[in-house]
């Protein structure tokens, strides 16, 4: 008896290698159910991205009932999986039908499929909905959007308690704090290390063509708050966690207005 059961979870297991083939290529690994992962030796190195989520998992309420989440970029469903065992109800968008394609498979395995909402869609495109989230999960794009606070400032907007937002950085974490104003012909500060920044990749970098910006750390935290959010945390490197900062966003009514014309066009096109 106990030798058939072994049968069949090894005829089980043998099926789901097969499926996560046919899926591949994969960038997140998976635990599936009877021990398969869907790519165990991750070029990043270790298990990516389950070793992230052990580093912010703490910064996030154990219980997310009630939650609303977004995932932007979901891939093939990682965090969506955790939020969701959490208890949150997730909304996890790609403009990637391969990874979605993968998120929609796994959720089927993990018997979450009710909890997650996967949708083909691009960030910007959530300009055109005025749906607000108690969770924006914001890990691994920002860097690969040509325009990435346009979607910054979009995603600000829907962010009701919590943004985890993560990209690409310089090295460095120093913070040049003099940046309140300087004379035109004081040109040298902006060239400080310190001094908010983003390299912009006209080709590639780390051979991928869709890697726009890379900002330094002062950088980060600067426009973050520039799009109306406090830094609560640095669970680690590269993430920081933040919060709506409404006495930020009273402030920057120029860019509410342009980024009311540029959605209005964008809505048009
Ligand atoms: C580096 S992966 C990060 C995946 C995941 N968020 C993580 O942190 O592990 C970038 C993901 O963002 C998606 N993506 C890139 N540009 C996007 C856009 N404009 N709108 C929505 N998703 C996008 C890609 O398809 C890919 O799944």
């Not at 939020?83 to 993968?102: F, K, P, T």
């Not at 991928?208 to 426009?223: F, K, S």
Request: glycine share 8%; with cysteine.
């Amino acid at each position: 008896m106990q030798a058939i059961e072994t049968g069949r979870e090894q005829q089980r297991a043998e099926e789901l290698r097969r499926q996560v083939e046919e899926l591949g290529p994969w960038f997140h690994n998976l635990h599936l159910p009877g021990g398969v992962q869907t790519v165990p030796d991750h070029f990043i190195g270790g298990d990516f991205p389950r070793f992230k989520w052990l580093e912010v998992q703490a910064c996030v309420p154990a219980d997310l009932a009630g939650w609303r989440v977004l995932d932007v970029g979901c891939n093939a469903g990682f965090y969506s999986f955790e939020l969701a065992r959490r208890g949150a109800s997730v909304v996890a968008i790609d403009s990637d039908q391969r990874y979605l394609r993968q998120a929609r498979w796994a959720a089927r395995q993990f018997g979450l499929q009710d909890r997650i909402e996967l949708r083909e869609q691009g960030v910007y495109e959530l300009a055109r909905s005025p749906e607000q989230f108690d969770l924006v999960w914001f890990m691994g794009v920002f860097y690969h959007l040509r325009y990435p606070l346009l979607a910054l400032d979009l995603l600000a907007r829907r962010t009701r308690r919590l943004m985890m937002f993560q990209t690409l950085t310089m090295p460095g974490d120093t913070v040049y704090e003099d940046t309140q104003d300087h004379p035109i012909e004081d040109r040298q500060p902006l060239l400080d290390p310190g001094w908010p920044k983003m390299a912009f990749i006209e080709h590639r970098f780390s051979h991928d063509p869709t890697n726009w910006w890379v900002p330094n750390h002062a950088g980060v935290e600067a426009m973050l708050r520039s799009a109306g959010l406090r830094v609560t945390a640095r669970p680690a490197d590269e993430i920081w966690l933040c919060e709506p900062d409404p006495t930020i966003a009273a402030e920057r009514w120029h860019t509410d207005a342009q980024l009311e014309s540029l959605l209005g066009a964008i809505g048009e096109a």
